[in-house]
DNA sequence: CCGGATCCTGGTCGATACTG
DNA sequence: CAGTATCGACCAGGATCCGG
């Protein structure tokens, strides 16, 4: 019960309010995946094209603008090579780096727990 | 980094579009909140008007949706008193209840790092 | 008291085309 | 290669009204 102070204390002040503003800025549709992408890269590096293989799916624009929005929070240093053709490299910073841990408990969480929600939603779809 | 294994697991497999969909429906505007109230509720349990008074701002109309979602993920279960004037009380399931083990950990992480995110973001917007 | 039905608005995201 | 610009579809979510 003692481990779960924060939360309790959460909803008495603002912390509530930035929670949901964490949530609805990592929460949006590419943010923790890209983290966790450069996580699992090798020297949590990588550049724009990477990023953009790695991502199934994602378009140009959206990975431009999560790049910038993990950048400005401080996730992401962001560092161009004077080239031709140009080269712009990702990195994880060590803020962004933390971040893995309690992402790691979530994942975690959704692994065990996945199979109950589909059975609660399938039975719950069945009226 | 034992620890980590789970993160690094996840993108190789459809498990990263399990984390996705997860995020899409928990990452809402109440979602999470709506499932902490609950929590440090005594009795994990509340009422509709009570709900919304907890939380500041919601419209009559978001409440019930996102109630509606948690019960059909099985995170909250729905009792109706047939009363007149109607009561209906929204109480924490197992499934719900275990749910703030891992958001404990986010808390507790936005918590140590909110200020270096602001920071972050001060000297990015400098430019 | 609870919540369904409707309408409306702003923001998110994708597609496409174009630059240094 | 790594973006920027523009457009449009779509949907979350707020306001309001009504009904059991």
Same mark, same amino acid.
């Given at each position: 019960?003692?481990?779960?102070?924060?939360?309790?204390?959460?909803?008495? @002040?603002?912390?509530?309010?930035?929670?949901?503003?964490? &949530?609805?800025?990592? +929460?949006?549709?590419?943010?923790?995946?890209?983290?966790?992408?450069?996580?699992?890269?090798?020297?949590?590096?990588?550049?724009?094209?990477?990023?953009?293989?790695?991502?199934?799916?994602? @378009?140009?624009?959206?990975?431009?603008?999560?790049?910038?929005?993990?950048?400005?929070?401080?996730?992401?240093?962001?560092?161009?090579?004077?080239?031709?053709?140009?080269?712009?490299?990702?990195? &994880?910073?060590?803020? +962004?780096? @933390?971040?893995?841990?309690?992402?790691?408990? &979530?994942?975690?969480?959704? +692994?065990?727990?996945?199979?109950?929600?589909?059975?609660?939603?399938? @039975?719950?779809?069945?009226?």
């Amino acid at each position: 019960m003692n481990q779960r102070r924060a939360v309790y204390l959460m909803c008495k @002040s603002e912390e509530s309010s930035v929670v949901r503003q964490f &949530l609805a800025r990592i +929460g949006d549709k590419w943010s923790v995946l890209l983290v966790v992408i450069l996580a699992r890269t090798p020297g949590h590096r990588a550049r724009f094209s990477e990023l953009q293989r790695a991502l199934d799916g994602i @378009s140009q624009r959206m990975l431009t603008t999560t790049l910038r929005n993990l950048e400005r929070d401080g996730f992401v240093r962001r560092e161009v090579f004077p080239e031709v053709p140009p080269r712009v490299e990702y990195e &994880l910073t060590r803020l +962004g780096h @933390s971040l893995i841990d309690p992402m790691e408990h &979530l994942v975690q969480w959704i +692994g065990t727990h996945w199979s109950s929600i589909k059975k609660a939603r399938a @039975s719950f779809d069945d009226r």
